[in-house]
């Protein structure tokens, strides 16, 4: 069984793994939209911020029903080189990156929030950092195949390990960046409306929940590497 997507294709008609890849993609291409949504608002272009939104929430349903076939299809079986339950668990990490994303954006454009102008540069770097960090999570799911052909061990393993340390490195700078952003937005408070406040806030934990979602992710992996 040197060749385990090419057997499950034989025993069952297709790899659960390439459809956890694609899931993957899925939910990596929800939190990209951020990448357009956030620079909508800074333009106060409220018509692509809806837009980014509509397309959004497009992709996260898709998700959904990927999501929803995979559970329905995964085999409940011995035959699985890891535990249903484990795979399960990514399935559910994975999703909640699309989850979160359309959370953040459709607190943005429900509320109309925006970012004072001297904070833009900041969030948007926090934006790009998050989305990096579930762009990092995705390239360790796009090497299952190879992380199951040789056992989860051996020079494939040690790649993996070190893109789960690099994934860790992402998520800690997003973290950083938050505080930043944090203390310069407490410094405003006084100037904002404190709805408006809170609701900022909010989305700045919803950004940093992103980036720790795709750790997770990550995380679930080397759990299976050290099993």
Request: overall charge negative.
């Amino acid at each position: 069984m040197a060749n385990v997507p090419g057997y499950f294709s034989t025993v069952f008609g297709r790899s659960p793994f390439r459809d956890l890849q694609n899931h993957a993609g899925l939910c990596i291409l929800a939190a990209e939209k951020l990448l357009v949504l956030f620079p909508a608002t800074f333009a106060d272009d409220w018509t692509a911020v809806e837009a980014t939104y509509d397309h959004l929430t497009r992709i996260e349903n898709e998700a959904d029903e990927l999501k929803r076939k995979i559970r329905t299809s995964l085999p409940n079986g011995f035959f699985l080189p890891v535990a249903r339950a484990d795979l399960l668990d990514l399935l559910g990490r994975q999703d909640e990156l699309a989850n979160s994303s359309r959370d953040v954006a459709g607190m943005v454009l429900g509320r109309k929030l925006k970012f004072p102008n001297s904070l833009e540069s900041r969030v948007l770097a926090l934006v790009t950092g998050s989305v990096d960090t579930c762009r990092k999570s995705r390239q360790i799911i796009d090497r299952l195949d190879e992380l199951i052909d040789t056992a989860f061990k051996g020079p494939q393993a040690r790649i993996v390990v070190s893109m789960i340390e690099e994934v860790e490195a992402l998520e800690q700078l997003t973290d950083q960046l938050v505080v930043e952003i944090r203390a310069e937005l407490f410094k405003m408070e006084d100037n904002l409306p404190p709805i408006q406040a809170m609701f900022l806030y909010k989305a700045l934990d919803l950004l940093a929940g992103l980036a720790d979602g795709a750790e997770q992710v990550a995380h679930r992996v080397q759990l299976m590497l050290a099993r």
